[in-house]
């Protein structure tokens, strides 16, 4: 039979082990900048909405598929990036297509509404309905909508509540299904990403749906990317106007360096002549 230890040879053992050292996992990771496509609006810091970070050598494997929640508000110009009412309560969602050098290219990949924006609208004697609509863009995006639609008390009535009847909410949802697929259809992703950040398509449902029964409120809570087109790097490229994985701005920066060498070389050229 093996000799048991002692508790005090035990001890002894245990105190002379040498300690890990603790290293921080950090340390062994590269940064990333993560870079929205060039339609939002976003242009002062040239698309780049933050940072993240990927271990080395395995960045290209780590960071596919990797999804980013960005307020609309901070996709906002300086001048816009208070407006509160109309911006911080939708969140975009975009995921990483491609990795270029140091960047992160994005694509956008759905938006939601925050919990505070959507409890603020629900009240006591009011109908809410919620409708769900799946609809293909004009370059192969496949959305799956959700929207949301409070009726509203008159201001003559003097019944306590507002309710609407089931023909009369079947009605509507068929009314906003049939706008949403309108305005998601007839459009390709950068037009529809557009008409979310302006909530253009609420108000045609709440202006359209008037005759039906008076509506309060009417807005898209959810949109999800049900299905993408196949991945073209190019394309990717295309949207956030790179060549060759480099930002336009630097390009651009190398070449006037390079016109300022050209013309300083004739320069030189033109004083060696003289002297001769």
Known sequence: ?????SAASKAKAKKGAKKKKLV????????????????????EDHFRVGYSPATRGKARK??????FVINLADLQNEDKSNDFDLLSWKKFTFITEETFGDKLLTQW???????????????KWHTMMECFCDAKTTDGYVLRVKALAFTKKQTTQIKKNCYAKNSQRHEIRARMREIIRNAVSGSDLKSVVK???KSSI????RKSCQKLFPLKHALIE?????????????KVMEIHELKHGFDPI????????DEEMGSGDEENYSTDSGED
């Open 195 to 197: 008409k979310l950040g």
């Open 250 to 257: 630097v390009e651009v920066n190398e070449d006037d360096e």
């Open 24 to 43: 921080d996992p950090f340390l062994k990771k590269d940064w990333y900048v993560i870079k929205v496509p060039k339609w939002t609006p976003r242009k």
């Open 222 to 234: 959810k949109v999800k990317v049900v299905r993408r087109p196949k991945h073209d790097a190019a």
């Open 109 to 123: 990949y759905g938006m939601n509404i925050t919990r505070d924006k959507r409890c603020s609208l629900i009240r």
């Open 62 to 67: 780590a960071t596919e598929n990797r999804t």
């Open 202 to 205: 609420g108000t045609d449902i």
């Open 1 to 5: 039979m093996p000799k048991q230890q």
